[in-house]
């Protein structure tokens, strides 16, 4: 199956400090990523859909000013988080559907940010 | 978009044939039906797909009514390492392009 791979798997930053998160398709070409974020004893929600050569889809409520997303190539879609703060703490992951496109997807490990 | 519905938690023990039942009366005719596996602190992993009837592959079986409005992923024979919280996820949506929602999943826990 298609491999996602994200960098770095763990963080810990300083409040107001900028965190930048890596999702890289190692196997395909990823014309299209989806960034989940996941707190605690709680479900993925879907952040924004970033899609190749063009700006992200934010979802409802999620400041795009906040949570920068670039994707720039076909195998690397990178999310910013800007000036965090200790409420952005949590587990964030990508997706993508693989270069089929379509139901299935393909998840990468995950990223662990703590920001103090 | 297809919501879904899952019960909450289960329990089971070690040997055990674990189904665990997912709602999707809304879905749509060109749905299919997904179901995912995660572990804490590690994305989500494809376990199985299926659009009717059965499906299996080398770790579970997808069992889907003919109306599709439910879907039933059935593990044979649980072992600890198979608690996890479990995800089932209905798509592509009418727009044609898929947008992947997760609903709450159900928590599995295999006792000894």
């Known amino acids: 199956g298609a491999v996602v791979s994200q960098h770095p798997s763990r963080v810990i930053c300083k409040s107001g400090t900028s965190v930048k998160i890596e999702c890289r398709s190692l196997?395909?070409?990823?014309?299209?990523m989806f960034w989940y974020r996941q707190f605690p004893k709680q479900s993925l929600m879907l952040m924004a859909t970033s899609n190749e050569g063009s700006k992200a889809t934010y979802e409802q409520g999620v400041e795009k000013d906040k949570f920068l997303i670039n994707h720039a190539s076909l195998t690397l879609s990178t999310l910013t988080v800007t000036s965090a703060h200790p409420e952005d703490s949590s587990f964030y992951i990508c997706s993508s559907p693989g270069s089929a496109g379509g139901e299935t997807q393909y998840f990468g490990p995950g990223t662990r940010l703590l920001v103090l | 978009l297809a919501k879904t519905t899952q019960p909450i938690s289960m329990d089971s023990y070690e040997g055990q044939e674990v189904n665990i039942t997912c709602s999707h009366n809304n879905i749509a005719t060109n749905d299919y039906i997904t179901w995912y596996q995660q572990f804490p602190s590690q994305g989500p992993r494809f376990i199985i797909q299926?659009?009717?009837t059965k499906v299996t592959n080398e770790v579970a079986s997808l069992f889907i009514p003919a109306d599709r409005k439910s879907s039933t992923l059935s593990l044979p024979r649980v072992s600890l390492s198979d608690t996890a919280v479990y995800y089932c996820?209905?798509?592509?949506?009418?727009?044609?392009?898929?947008?992947?929602?997760f609903g709450r999943g159900t928590s599995l826990i295999v006792h000894p």
């Open positions: 196997d395909f070409q990823a014309t299209t």
């Open positions: 299926g659009y009717k």
């Open positions: 996820l209905v798509g592509p949506d009418a727009g044609g392009s898929y947008i992947p929602t």
